[in-house]
């Protein structure tokens, strides 16, 4: 999953994001550097308060523009298998969507164009599971017609830090 980007739930309004100004791309571009920076160190690098920091980190966060996650090594925690999963349906997608964002190795759900409907990303413990996963689960959601699996060998690169452009 692509940390700052939330899954919702189906037919749940969310709140109208908030104007974000210049300053609130700097403070978005300070946590993405360092998810854990404080308020005060961020606030002299923007100009702000502390504790104006502190309320505009809280509304990007409420209004779903931003999230603060730790994220692990999958390696580091012993789930030791990672794959892409492209998925070609057979009517509609957003139930194979949901069906999928259901699954708790599934950590990315995203619907595209092209040659697959939807992608998604499983991470699990070993080979096992992911066979388990595909063949049980993921090929028995109703409209799957078929799922290309495409495992990580290594990783080369993984970054969270693209911006506010």
Same mark, same amino acid.
């Given at each position: !999953?692509?940390?700052?980007?939330?899954? +919702?739930? $189906?037919? +749940?309004?969310r709140?109208?994001?908030?104007v974000?100004?210049?300053?609130?791309?700097?403070?978005?571009?300070?946590l993405?550097?360092d998810?854990?920076?404080?308020?005060?160190?961020?606030?002299?690098?923007?100009?702000?308060?502390?504790?104006?920091?502190?309320?505009?980190v809280?509304r990007?966060?409420?209004s779903?523009?931003?999230?603060?996650?730790?994220?692990s090594?999958?390696?580091?925690?012993?789930?030791?298998? +990672?794959? !892409?999963?492209?998925?070609?349906?057979?009517? $509609?997608l957003? $139930?194979?969507?949901?069906a999928l964002?259901?699954?708790?190795?599934i950590d990315?759900?995203?619907?595209?164009?092209?040659?697959?409907?939807?992608?998604?990303?499983?991470?699990?413990?070993?080979?096992?599971?992911?066979?388990?996963?595909?063949?049980?689960?993921i090929r028995?959601?109703?409209?799957?017609?078929?799922?290309?699996?495409?495992v990580?060998?290594k990783?080369r690169?993984?970054?969270? +830090?693209?911006?506010?452009r």
């Amino acid at each position: !999953m692509i940390p700052g980007v939330t899954s +919702q739930e $189906p037919n +749940q309004p969310r709140p109208a994001p908030p104007v974000i100004d210049d300053i609130s791309k700097k403070i978005i571009a300070q946590l993405q550097e360092d998810g854990r920076r404080a308020y005060a160190t961020i606030g002299k690098a923007v100009g702000l308060s502390e504790a104006a920091v502190r309320q505009r980190v809280q509304r990007l966060s409420d209004s779903g523009v931003i999230q603060i996650v730790a994220v692990s090594d999958p390696l580091q925690v012993g789930l030791l298998r +990672q794959a !892409m999963v492209a998925i070609t349906v057979d009517g $509609p997608l957003e $139930p194979v969507a949901d069906a999928l964002a259901e699954m708790t190795e599934i950590d990315y759900v995203v619907l595209c164009a092209g040659r697959f409907d939807v992608l998604c990303e499983a991470v699990c413990a070993d080979d096992d599971a992911l066979l388990d996963l595909i063949s049980n689960r993921i090929r028995a959601i109703p409209g799957v017609r078929t799922a290309e699996t495409l495992v990580y060998l290594k990783l080369r690169k993984q970054s969270y +830090q693209w911006g506010t452009r």
